[in-house]
């Protein structure tokens, strides 16, 4: 067997203000990708919500999950469930042009990956 490297496949994307239930709902497609999409693994997602404080002016979800290889990663983006969540739930929150509101990058597991998980609380 070839030792393929893991990938991790991470999601960041500029919400426009929603009604909470509809930014718990876009969290919970996210977290059920993992039943339904094999290959899929160690699945976070958080949504935060606008915070002056830290002058957020907008929700941010952040999504981060490990796929056992790159064919993993190719099935999981071909998936149905997949392109549900991103068609239905996540592009009508966006809070912009789909080049100004969102951040997806995929890499090969690796030391960097402990600063990114700690950003989605893992």
């Keep these: ?13 500029k919400l426009r203000d929603a009604e909470p239930g509809r930014l718990r709902g876009l969290r919970a497609g996210f977290l059920a990708l993992q039943s339904k999409v094999a290959g899929l693994s160690d699945l976070q997602c958080s949504v935060l919500p606008a915070d002056p404080l830290t002058e957020r002016d907008h929700a941010t979800l952040v999504f981060l999950a490990r796929l056992h290889d790159q064919a993993a990663l190719e099935a999981f983006l071909r998936h149905p469930e997949w392109a549900y969540v991103r068609d239905n739930l996540l592009y009508p929150l966006l809070r912009g042009p789909l080049e100004k509101s969102l951040l997806v990058l995929d890499f090969p597991e690796s030391t960097g990956v402990s600063f990114v998980s700690s950003l989605v609380g893992a």
């Excluded at 067997?1 to 994307?13: C, E, F, T």
């Design 1 to 13: 067997a070839s030792m393929s490297m893991a990938q991790r496949h991470l999601v960041v994307a």
